[in-house]
């Protein structure tokens, strides 16, 4: 992509209305703008990102075994009678009736669908284990929408639903998510804690929330610093019995504020980490809390119907936008890890105009263009100084910076954004940096 034709409206300015760097940083690089309160528009490079981090997430639930599927944004209320929570839920749920005066809602969450997917179409204990998932938005009227997508009415959610025969199986389906979830973070290059969690609303007897620690994190969290040394689990076979990784990561301490345990001060002294998290993930397991309720039941392996045993498994994609700066940003503006930077390699052409910096420039954009390499050719006829700041405030990883000088004896300067080191560098070895397989 040539950065002069990249819509991208950044702003100098900070804006008014962001009060974490994040949202700050979001609305200043031109990655999003707001329609209505916790609603909004994602531009060109706030999309790339968010597809970014949706591409981990698809890849790390199918190496676990879910499926994908696409269930409807617009949800009959019917359903949601049934299962007891068309009450309950409250102000959260955006109500709307159709034409013919029907119940209808937003979807702020998809049991009940999936279940609804679940009792029609699988006929016997064979159809499982089943783990079905999708990445989709969800409607929440929240009564605080802030921090940008941080707490979005509208945001972006892969939500994904087990089925299982008896706990044995639903535990481990429920083990399948703890693993991918503890890898997917990590592949974004978060820290990300998991910790027990009471399931809220939707209620159920064994749940995760994973936390990825920031200063302006919504909760304060106390953890072993263990855990953020931890690295996530890889070559997982999600056959074999995981309960080994996840008692290893559940057996160091980590605790929200009102669980905290003031005992554990003492007794963990240094090996305390007290900070401040933002949840990127939830998972639960509830049973049969649905699929009694709303009869999705099955033939069993005996003959007799069977009431599958479910879990549910929530990452907050659009809220990770917000999470990965939050963690990961200096005074001039983000720093994307690599796994999920909208552009991998900037090229900073220093004298547009001048014959062999052009050359160069097209020439090692073509070059990148054809390797399938994600480039950005800032190929603006402005100053070095606005280009420098700009290229920094998208963060792009790595920087190729290109001028008559170093062109005249045949090198570029390399830069790592969020490092201060540079490299001289020739043309080639810049070009094989990021082709060579
Ligand atoms: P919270 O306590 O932050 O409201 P939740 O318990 O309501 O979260 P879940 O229902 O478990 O969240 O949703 C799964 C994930 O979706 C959460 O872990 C979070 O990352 C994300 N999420 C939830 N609500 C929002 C929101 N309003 N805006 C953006 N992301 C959200
Ligand atoms: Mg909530």
């Not at 981990?56 to 009959?76: D, K, L």
């Not at 969290?221 to 855990?227: A, E, N, P, R, S």
Request: net charge neutral; with cysteine; aromatic share 8%.
């Amino acid at each position: 992509m040539r950065l002069s034709r990249l819509f991208l409206p950044t702003l100098k300015e900070n804006p008014a209305e962001a009060v974490i760097v994040s949202h700050r940083l979001m609305l200043r690089a031109g990655m999003i703008r707001q329609h209505a309160a916790g609603i909004y528009n994602w531009l060109p490079l706030g999309t790339r990102v968010l597809q970014n981090i949706a591409k981990i997430v698809r890849e790390e639930q199918n190496f676990a075994g879910a499926q994908e599927i696409i269930m409807p944004t617009v949800q009959s209320g019917e359903l949601w009678k049934e299962s007891g929570r068309y009450d309950d839920y409250g102000p959260e749920m955006l109500r709307i009736k159709d034409r013919h005066e029907r119940d209808m809602l937003y979807g702020p969450t998809h049991e009940e669908v999936v279940t609804d997917i679940f009792r029609n179409n699988a006929k016997s204990y064979r159809n499982l284990p089943l783990n079905l998932y999708q990445i989709h938005w969800k409607f929440r009227d929240e009564v605080r929408p802030r921090f940008g997508v941080m707490r979005g009415r509208e945001f972006l959610m892969k939500d994904a639903y087990s089925f299982d025969v008896d706990f044995e199986r639903s535990k481990h389906s429920y083990n399948q998510m703890f693993v991918a979830y503890l890898r997917t973070f990590a592949r974004m290059g978060l820290k990300a804690i998991p910790m027990r969690a009471d399931s809220g609303p939707i209620g159920g007897d064994m749940s995760h929330e994973f936390i990825v620690l920031a200063e302006t994190g919504e909760s304060a969290v106390f953890c072993h610093k263990g855990l953020l040394e931890k690295p996530a689990p890889e070559n997982v076979d999600y056959q074999s019995n995981l309960q080994a990784i996840i008692d290893d990561w559940t057996s160091l301490y980590a605790a929200t504020e009102e669980k905290h345990d003031a005992a554990m001060e003492a007794k963990l002294g240094a090996d305390l980490v007290k900070a401040r998290g933002i949840e990127v993930g939830h998972i639960f397991h509830f049973g049969t809390k649905y699929s009694a309720a709303m009869k999705a039941q099955i033939a069993g392996p005996d003959g007799q119907p069977l009431t599958p045993l479910m879990g549910s498994y929530g990452i907050g994609v659009s809220r990770l936008v917000g999470a990965i700066i939050e963690a990961s940003h200096d005074d001039a503006g983000i720093i994307w890890p690599e796994g999920v930077a909208p552009f991998r390699v900037g090229i900073i052409n220093l004298k547009v105009g001048d014959a062999a910096c052009d050359a160069a420039c097209t020439d090692l954009y073509a070059k990148f263009t054809k390797a399938g390499v994600d480039v950005l050719y800032d190929d603006r006829d402005e100053r070095a100084g606005v280009k420098f700041a700009d290229n920094d405030l998208i963060g792009v990883p790595w920087q190729i910076v290109i001028g008559p000088k170093g062109i005249a004896k045949g090198v570029v300067e390399l830069k790592r954004r969020g490092s201060t080191e540079k490299e001289e560098i020739s043309l080639d070895a810049a070009l094989n940096k990021f082709t060579a397989k």
